[in-house]
């Protein structure tokens, strides 16, 4: 598997990376064999998010003993700070990580969200500071929404902008 750099973060990922959904309808155990293997296969970009169900616990079982050789994102759709913040740790907790390399506020398809998450006790507030405190290393956005991933990339606060192409 090649490794490529991923946006201008300074992350090196493997070019194809693996999401949390498809393992929230396994049971822990099989899901920590598919883990090892898809990590044995040479994919090093985990993406998930903690509404996947227990993905995040699943990926800190199987990729623990691995965490300083992988990318770990994960988002929160929470808007305000103390809700995104609580969804933070939760995430850290259940990966078994003192970092997330890429926290991501989730969604954002409406100005109602990107206003709330942005404006006084937003989630950006959360995510700025758990930034300063080390708990993140880059801040990302996911949206479903053209208009609205264009508007995102164009404020330069994120370092990913996730988009789905298929």
Same mark, same amino acid.
């Given at each position: 598997?090649?490794?490529?750099?991923?946006?201008?973060?300074?992350?090196?990922?493997?070019?194809?990376?693996?999401?949390?959904?498809?393992?929230?309808?396994?049971?822990?155990?099989?899901?920590?064999?598919?883990?090892?293997?898809?990590?044995?296969?040479?994919?090093?970009?985990?993406?998930?998010?903690?509404?996947?169900?227990?993905? $995040?616990?699943?990926?800190? =079982?199987?990729? +623990?003993?691995?965490?300083?050789?992988?990318?770990? #994102?994960? /988002?929160? &759709?929470?808007?305000?700070?103390?809700?995104?913040?609580?969804?933070?740790?939760?995430?850290?907790?259940?990966?078994?990580?003192?970092?997330?390399?890429?926290?991501?506020?989730?969604?954002?398809?409406?100005?109602?969200?990107?206003?709330?998450?942005?404006?006084?006790?937003?989630?950006?507030?959360?995510?700025?500071?758990?930034? $300063?405190?080390?708990?993140? =290393?880059?801040? +990302?956005?996911?949206?479903?929404?053209?208009?609205? #991933?264009? /508007?995102? &990339?164009?404020?330069?606060?994120?370092?990913?902008?996730?988009?789905?192409?298929?």
């Amino acid at each position: 598997m090649r490794c490529i750099p991923f946006g201008t973060t300074g992350l090196t990922v493997s070019e194809v990376g693996f999401g949390g959904i498809p393992i929230i309808r396994l049971d822990e155990d099989e899901a920590v064999t598919v883990l090892r293997r898809v990590y044995e296969s040479g994919i090093t970009l985990y993406d998930t998010a903690n509404v996947y169900r227990d993905s $995040e616990k699943k990926i800190g =079982r199987a990729l +623990g003993d691995v965490r300083d050789k992988i990318i770990l #994102a994960t /988002k929160t &759709v929470r808007r305000d700070a103390p809700r995104a913040l609580e969804h933070l740790e939760n995430s850290l907790r259940m990966m078994k990580t003192d970092y997330i390399d890429i926290y991501q506020l989730h969604q954002v398809a409406q100005e109602k969200d990107w206003d709330i998450a942005t404006g006084p006790g937003g989630a950006m507030e959360a995510f700025i500071k758990a930034k $300063e405190q080390g708990k993140i =290393r880059y801040i +990302g956005v996911t949206s479903h929404n053209l208009a609205m #991933a264009v /508007k995102l &990339v164009k404020t330069g606060m994120f370092s990913t902008v996730q988009f789905p192409f298929n």
